[in-house]
Structures are given as C-alpha cells and as structure tokens.
C-alpha cells in the first residue's frame, strides 16, 4: 500500500504524532524520577510506544515540515498527494484541539475531555 493514499491511516498516524508529543513531557517526568532505578522494565513501561510504522511517521514528518514551510510563505507546487496530506493534518489536528481541551487558566492540554481537573494546575474543568 501508498502510504500517502491512505486517507484513514495517515489521519491516525497524526493522531498518534500528537499523542506522542502530548505525552512526552510527561514521560521526561517520570523518566527523571526513574533515573536511579536499574530497573529496565520500568522504565520501558514509562516510554510511550512505539508501534507507528516508519512509513507513515516518515510522510507524517514530511506533511509537517511542508505545512511549515508553507506558513513561511515558501511556495511549492504541490502534488495531489501532498495536499491531500495537508488537509489530513489540519482535520486531525482539529480533533485532536476537540479531544484534548486546554485548561482555561494555564493552557496546558488535558489528558481527555472528561478530565475534571487540570493536570498542570489543578484548575476545576467544566
Ligand atoms: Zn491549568
């Protein structure tokens, strides 16, 4: 399979994409806190995982870098493919916003949208 053809796996592994980043922050945390165990289980248990296939976390990476560089103001000719890609990322991202509200007080993002009390600064979420 083309991966760049694949309308519904590219849409989830941007999801996925956000995820990771989401719980990266968290994962230094709790990483730092693990630095005097020699227990190696632990600490995998702590990494997020990572069964995205290479394939799509290379396109993923690439839709990224181009959507960067559009809103830099360089200009491509783009392949139907490509923005095809783009579009992808700015619907994924929009569920991800929707799926992942920000606190009102300290704008960190909230683990799911039935969170009740900000992670970050234990404001109560409505
Ligand atoms: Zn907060």
Not at 7 to 36: K, P, Q
Not at 107 to 118: A, F, L
């Amino acid at each position: 399979m083309i991966v760049s053809t694949d309308i519904e796996g590219v849409r989830m592994a941007f999801l996925r994409l956000f995820e990771d980043s989401l719980r990266a922050a968290d994962t230094e945390r709790i990483l730092s806190n693990l630095a005097d165990t020699d227990d190696i289980s632990q600490i995998e248990r702590a990494l997020p995982p990572n069964d995205l296939s290479p394939g799509y976390r290379q396109w993923c990476e690439y839709i990224l870098w181009l959507e960067s560089m559009i809103s830099a103001n360089v200009t491509f000719s783009l392949d139907a493919d490509e923005a095809e890609g783009i579009r992808i990322l700015s619907a994924a991202r929009q569920q991800f916003r929707n799926d992942h509200p920000q606190c009102p007080s300290c704008g960190t993002m909230q683990s799911s949208r039935t969170s009740r009390r900000c992670r970050s600064c234990a404001r109560e979420m409505n």
